[in-house]
């Protein structure tokens, strides 16, 4: 929402270079570091936002678009007319009853909660159908209402302090599911209170793991939020790693693997800001905590195991936007072998970004199209695949514009 000193991007008819300097400036951005994010200089970002440069062509608009993490292109490119959502989706239809379960504020019982129990093996078999469902979106908001409600009056009801931190614990890896859910929808303020609720709820636990969790979906919240929110990642997740450190060397499986998880995501977003050897460190010692993991080890919620150090490794390669380490790093990596059928699409659609880069759009539109294959509801929320399906519909190839317009229909980016 445009602060009250700060024009909307097209309330007027204001030029392009004024609406990517508003943008750039709520993102906390210099010129500097948009232009360097964007392969261009400082004093091309100048250029551009004064007028004394013409406005980009469409794959510059739509990398920055992608930088400054804008949720409309029409909030960048000024033409309502034209309203394209990138990183965010069309609101699910079961988002009004999640997002009501998580409002309510119950204050009385109606009636007893579930045994702890009961409510541990709902929540098993919710990331168990999420991780096995193309269609997860639509899966998990079916079970997360009442799931919500359940899990909140099991912690009104505990009657002992063990009992309190076991529900809270509950509560918590509820509010992670929810988060997955609600990321990408357009209800920002929705995902932050859900965030914050996660990372209450694990803290009241005591529980490592859980801590951990709301922990590593808060540095997420952070990272996608945009660059100017990359400090606050690093805190969350920095800090949850010094706190776990001392448990490592006898941890369980599950805490060894939130924070490889964690770990991971400290490469993540030093990859984001380009700091190349930060982030290979981090990814190294992120492959060596899940050496240690069972061979079958899968971790519920991250995913964390010996299967995603691949893809994780293409992740962090095409962040440095280095192509051809890239494309290596995606050959490298077997997609096969992630259970996880929207995990498995992500990774498709992160090494689609790869060819990209390469110079090979042709072998990233096939991946993308493995990817809506493996899981279409994660596609269609996906910023990064938008942009490359966006930019592949206006080539000069008329075989890859059909191609890209085939699947931009598909994704609802395009009418049929």
């Given at each position: 929402?445009?602060s009250a000193?700060?024009?909307?991007?097209y309330?007027?008819?204001?030029?392009?270079?004024?609406r990517l300097?508003?943008?750039?400036?709520?993102?906390g951005l210099?010129?500097?570091q948009?232009?360097?994010?964007?392969?261009?200089s400082?004093s091309?970002?100048?250029?551009?936002?004064?007028?004394?440069?013409?406005s980009?062509?469409?794959?510059?608009?739509?990398?920055?678009?992608e930088?400054l993490?804008?949720r409309d292109?029409?909030?960048?490119?000024?033409?309502?007319s034209?309203h394209?959502?990138l990183?965010?989706?069309?609101?699910?239809?079961?988002?009004?009853?999640?997002?009501?379960?998580?409002?309510?504020?119950?204050l009385t019982a109606?009636g007893e909660a579930?045994?702890?129990?009961?409510?541990r093996?709902?929540?098993?078999?919710?990331?168990?159908?999420?991780?096995?469902s193309?269609?997860?979106?639509d899966?998990?908001?079916?079970?997360l209402?009442?799931?919500?409600?359940?899990?909140?009056?099991?912690?009104?009801?505990?009657?002992?302090?063990?009992?309190?931190?076991?529900?809270?614990?509950?509560?918590?890896?509820v509010y992670?599911?929810?988060?997955?859910?609600?990321?990408?929808?357009?209800?920002?303020a929705?995902?932050?209170?859900?965030?914050?609720?996660?990372?209450i709820?694990?803290?009241?636990?005591?529980?490592?793991h859980?801590?951990?969790?709301?922990?590593w979906?808060a540095?997420?919240?952070?990272?996608d939020a945009?660059?100017?929110?990359?400090?606050?990642?690093?805190a969350?997740?920095l800090?949850?790693?010094?706190?776990?450190?001392?448990l490592l060397p006898?941890?369980?499986?599950?805490?060894?693997?939130?924070?490889?998880?964690?770990?991971?995501?400290?490469?993540?977003?030093?990859?984001?800001?380009?700091?190349?050897?930060?982030?290979?460190?981090?990814?190294?010692q992120?492959?060596a905590m899940?050496?240690?993991?069972p061979?079958?080890?899968?971790?519920?919620?991250t995913?964390?195991s010996?299967?995603i150090?691949?893809?994780?490794?293409?992740?962090?390669?095409?962040e440095?936007?280095?192509?051809?380490?890239?494309?290596r790093?995606?050959?490298?990596?077997?997609a096969?072998?992630?259970?996880?059928?929207?995990?498995?699409?992500?990774?498709r659609i992160?090494?689609?970004?790869?060819?990209?880069l390469d110079g090979?759009?042709d072998?990233?539109l096939?991946?993308?199209?493995?990817?809506?294959?493996?899981?279409?509801?994660?596609?269609?929320?996906?910023?990064y695949?938008?942009?490359i399906?966006?930019e592949?519909?206006e080539a000069r190839?008329?075989?890859?514009?059909?191609?890209?317009?085939e699947?931009?229909v598909?994704?609802?980016?395009?009418?049929?």
């Amino acid at each position: 929402m445009p602060s009250a000193g700060t024009p909307g991007p097209y309330t007027d008819p204001i030029a392009f270079g004024q609406r990517l300097q508003i943008l750039r400036t709520r993102r906390g951005l210099t010129r500097d570091q948009l232009g360097g994010l964007a392969g261009r200089s400082g004093s091309w970002v100048k250029g551009v936002e004064t007028g004394r440069l013409k406005s980009p062509k469409l794959d510059m608009v739509l990398r920055l678009a992608e930088i400054l993490r804008v949720r409309d292109l029409a909030d960048l490119t000024g033409d309502p007319s034209v309203h394209t959502l990138l990183f965010t989706g069309p609101g699910h239809p079961r988002l009004p009853a999640v997002k009501a379960a998580i409002d309510a504020f119950p204050l009385t019982a109606h009636g007893e909660a579930p045994p702890t129990a009961h409510l541990r093996a709902r929540l098993a078999a919710a990331w168990a159908a999420r991780h096995s469902s193309p269609h997860h979106r639509d899966v998990i908001g079916a079970l997360l209402p009442d799931l919500i409600r359940d899990a909140q009056a099991a912690v009104r009801q505990a009657d002992s302090g063990a009992d309190r931190r076991a529900t809270h614990a509950i509560l918590a890896e509820v509010y992670s599911l929810a988060q997955f859910f609600v990321s990408y929808q357009p209800d920002a303020a929705l995902l932050w209170r859900v965030a914050e609720r996660g990372l209450i709820a694990a803290q009241e636990s005591e529980d490592p793991h859980a801590i951990g969790v709301a922990a590593w979906l808060a540095a997420q919240a952070h990272r996608d939020a945009g660059p100017g929110h990359f400090d606050a990642a690093d805190a969350i997740t920095l800090e949850t790693l010094t706190y776990l450190g001392p448990l490592l060397p006898d941890a369980a499986d599950e805490v060894l693997a939130i924070a490889g998880a964690l770990t991971f995501e400290a490469g993540y977003t030093a990859a984001r800001r380009g700091e190349t050897g930060t982030a290979w460190r981090y990814w190294d010692q992120a492959r060596a905590m899940s050496d240690r993991l069972p061979d079958d080890y899968y971790h519920p919620v991250t995913s964390f195991s010996q299967a995603i150090i691949g893809a994780h490794a293409t992740t962090v390669a095409v962040e440095l936007h280095a192509g051809g380490e890239s494309v290596r790093q995606a050959a490298a990596a077997d997609a096969d072998v992630i259970p996880s059928r929207p995990r498995r699409a992500r990774h498709r659609i992160e090494a689609a970004r790869a060819y990209q880069l390469d110079g090979q759009p042709d072998v990233a539109l096939a991946t993308l199209a493995q990817a809506h294959e493996a899981a279409p509801e994660t596609i269609r929320y996906n910023g990064y695949a938008k942009r490359i399906v966006l930019e592949e519909a206006e080539a000069r190839s008329p075989e890859r514009r059909r191609r890209a317009s085939e699947l931009a229909v598909k994704l609802g980016l395009l009418a049929a």
